[in-house]
């Protein structure tokens, strides 16, 4: 066997270009997904406290953010809706003029190029902050279905390319797949939240999207930190029920289960960077501690990696404009 001095693995990291030659993976804004927040309203937008660089917009501001996200050739838009009024059923998410139904046919209106994905979803829309109906307590997973279908379907009927539910119900898929279906959007893809874990770095998610819940946790839905496994149970009742695409989330705590899901199946695998990740990195940033550029595009790599073809990330327009240079 050869080693050194015969074997000098730093020949090729001499240049940047051999260095560019010989990288094993590469990172395109085709495959970021930008998440945005809209509400009601004109003119509206007002900046995240916990997520330096994100807003909630209106409709007219969100158009702005889109044709960034456009010109900067980004695979699509992930897009949340913070309802004006909160309810029992989370009735906002299937309304024909809720603001994420106006914001889908708005965008497919003035930039029919980029996809348009929209989290499926109830917390957000009920008053308790819940994934799902409230019944003594407990959140009622078959009660529930019927409601996520609903609003997925007017997602779809509004013109959204992509369904994303993020409840982590058992059945939705199949729920939200006969629900389309039976409307007529058979063209309209189901990209699950399938690995999902109830992780600590949604916290600035729940601000942006006033979703937290107002008692309890969602550890009674979504996924254990502590299992693996258990995301590629998750992953194939989804693909049974009709998945045409799975995520796993968080991205950066979940690297192996990205692994483990990119090699247990033949679907496209996306992965969330989710809130938390990104500001961490903005608030290491913001004390010097860390290269804010380049500790985001080292952080997006490693997701790549580990087997995501489809990342979802708020760096998303940052990250193109880096990998333009
Ligand atoms: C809705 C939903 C959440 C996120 C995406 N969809 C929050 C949650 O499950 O509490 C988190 C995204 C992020 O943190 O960036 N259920």
């Given at each position: 066997m050869a080693r050194f001095p015969e074997v000098r693995s730093r020949r090729l990291r001499r240049t940047s270009a051999l260095r560019r030659l010989f990288s094993e993976t590469d990172l395109t804004p085709a495959r970021l997904v930008l998440p945005l927040f809209v509400r009601d309203g004109a003119?509206?937008?007002?900046?995240?406290?916990?997520?330096?660089?994100?807003?909630?917009?209106?409709?007219?501001?969100?158009?702005?953010?889109?044709?960034?996200?456009?010109?900067?050739?980004?695979?699509?838009?992930?897009?949340?809706?913070?309802?004006?009024?909160k309810d029992a059923t989370g009735s906002e998410a299937w309304s024909e003029q809720g603001a994420v139904q106006q914001a889908v046919r708005a965008i497919k209106r003035e930039f029919p190029g980029i996809v348009v994905i929209t989290d499926v979803c109830l917390c957000e829309y009920m008053e308790h902050g819940h994934c799902g109906i409230v019944r003594d307590g407990e959140v009622d997973n078959d009660a529930t279905l019927e409601l996520l279908a609903r609003a997925a379907a007017s997602h779809a009927a509004a013109g959204a390319d992509i369904v994303a539910p993020s409840d982590m119900m058992d059945g939705r898929v199949a729920a939200i797949r006969a629900r389309l279906d039976s409307d007529g959007f058979h063209g309209t893809a189901i990209l699950s939240y399938a690995a999902k874990h109830a992780s600590a770095f949604y916290g600035p998610f729940r601000d942006a999207a006033e979703s937290a819940p107002?008692?309890?946790?969602?550890?009674?839905?979504?996924?254990?930190?502590?299992?693996?496994?258990?995301?590629?149970?998750?992953?194939?009742?989804?693909?049974?029920?009709?998945?045409?695409?799975?995520?796993?989330?968080?991205?950066?705590?979940?690297?192996?289960?990205?692994?483990?899901?990119?090699?247990?199946?033949?679907?496209?695998?996306?992965?969330?960077?989710?809130?938390?990740?990104?500001?961490?990195?903005?608030?290491?940033?913001?004390?010097?501690?860390?290269?804010?550029?380049?500790?985001?595009?080292?952080?997006?790599?490693?997701?790549r990696r580990a087997g995501a073809d489809i990342i979802v990330t708020y760096f998303a327009v940052e990250a193109a404009a880096r990998l333009r240079e």
């Open positions: 003119g509206v937008r007002n900046p995240v406290r916990s997520m330096p660089g994100v807003s909630q917009t209106s409709v007219d501001e969100l158009l702005r953010d889109v044709e960034r996200a456009a010109e900067h050739r980004l695979g699509g838009v992930i897009l949340f809706g913070i309802p004006e009024r107002a008692f309890g946790d969602r550890r009674s839905y979504q996924m254990d930190p502590a299992n693996a496994r258990e995301s590629l149970r998750e992953v194939r009742a989804d693909l049974d029920e009709g998945a045409d695409a799975i995520m796993v989330k968080p991205a950066g705590p979940c690297l192996d289960l990205i692994w483990r899901v990119r090699e247990g199946t033949d679907h496209p695998v996306a992965a969330y960077q989710v809130s938390g990740e990104y500001a961490m990195i903005k608030a290491a940033a913001a004390l010097g501690s860390i290269d804010e550029s380049a500790a985001m595009m080292e952080s997006l790599v490693a997701i």
